[in-house]
């Protein structure tokens, strides 16, 4: 019997942790007013995407590039993510294009996606074949990012990718909401070194 309670509380505890991750404050600023001053950023901030192909594919390669723009005087950002899939000579070209606001306290910074655009497109022997699908939307989405003065760079705390979230990132090791601890900065350097799947964006000199 107790063996069966032990197993049915473990099992309590990892649904619990499923189905509360990614956890809310990671779409809010710390409520708190924060040791550091206020960030604003501005420029250009990239991921390190490199190419990729399949081992067992001699006709599949695969671009991927985002990039962050910020403009200090309105606070104002635009990200662009470009996909590119060629396979047997085809390219398909996805174009995702995100612009909104930015809200900071301290090295903490809140993403607000105000309106998101997609481009789709398919290309051979470098002409046009398809007709290019455009979809825009209105948008909600909110993202908590950490910004590190140290080495520039700029990391949100789960991994999103043209506005497609997956449940792991920086986030896994923060012990407290906003606490910016030796756990933390192991957890962000791991995720910023990441090649596959790449979390961080490095400013653009």
């Not at 990729?52 to 962050?68: A, G, M, R």
Request: net charge positive; with cysteine; charged share 30%.
């Amino acid at each position: 019997m107790k063996s069966k309670l032990r197993t049915f509380g473990i099992l309590i505890l990892f649904l619990s942790f499923v189905y509360c991750f990614p956890p809310s404050w990671i779409r809010h600023l710390p409520e708190q007013p924060e040791s550091s001053s206020d960030t604003f950023l501005k420029g250009r901030y990239a991921k390190k995407l490199p190419p990729f192909s399949p081992l067992t594919s001699t006709s599949y390669k695969e671009n991927q590039s985002e990039i962050l723009h910020f403009s200090d005087l309105k606070k104002s950002f635009q990200k662009t993510y470009l996909r590119e899939i060629e396979e047997k000579g085809t390219v398909r070209r996805i174009r995702i294009d995100g612009s909104g606001t930015y809200e900071s306290r301290g090295n903490w910074l809140l993403l607000l996606t105000e309106k998101i655009r997609k481009e789709e497109s398919v290309w051979k022997d470098g002409k046009q074949i398809s007709e290019t699908e455009i979809n825009s939307l209105e948008s909600s989405h909110k993202l908590l990012y950490h910004y590190d003065s140290s080495n520039d760079t700029l990391i949100p705390m789960i991994y999103e990718s043209g506005y497609r979230e997956k449940p792991f990132g920086v986030v896994e090791g923060t012990k407290k909401p906003y606490e910016e601890d030796e756990l933390f900065r192991i957890s962000r350097r791991n995720y910023s070194k990441k090649e596959y799947q790449g979390h961080a964006y490095y400013k653009v000199k």
